[in-house]
């Protein structure tokens, strides 16, 4: 079934996350919760937000009112709140590639010229177990946004911690 509605689902705020169904009958869950672990070292820095997206199955088509409420939960929460959210793409399925650009299309319809975006792609190790049971290591490669506003207070730390891959900006800027 496929929804070309420009309308956004009804949704809740339970928290750290919004709930909503669409109709396809997918549970959608908008995780935007506060995350210490992105500047330890930097407790000036406030309001740093994980931002990911669960369902409890896949869609089976093209439903414009999900993309358009993840995207009016994501805009209203940059208009009530100062936070910097930092968006991974989860690659352990090879689809991380796939998440960032969907990502990008969504955020440029969030159309808000005072919030700035980000992009960033490192390498991790992985460790995986073939069908024998042996243990090998594999690169991922995971791709990263980070969104704040251009007059955040924080702005050019987390910018330039963002990009450098360091959690402590101590003596560093």
Known sequence: MESNSTEVYPNERFG??????????IVVK???FQDP???PDNPEIEEAFNFF???????????ARLRNTVIAILANFLKENNP??????????GR????YAKFNRWFYMVGDPSVEKHDREFIVNDL???????VFRTKLTVYASILLRKNHPDYDSAISLFHSGELDKTGKL
């Open 16 to 25: 750290s996350y919004f709930l909503f169904t669409t109709v396809q009958d």
């Open 30 to 32: 908008v995780n935007l």
């Open 37 to 39: 672990r992105f500047f």
């Open 53 to 63: 997206i669960e369902t409890n199955k896949h869609s089976m088509g093209l439903d």
């Open 84 to 93: 910097i959210i930092i968006y991974y793409c989860d690659p352990l399925d």
């Open 96 to 99: 991380g590639h796939l998440r």
């Open 128 to 134: 995986k177990i073939d069908e024998s049971g042996n």
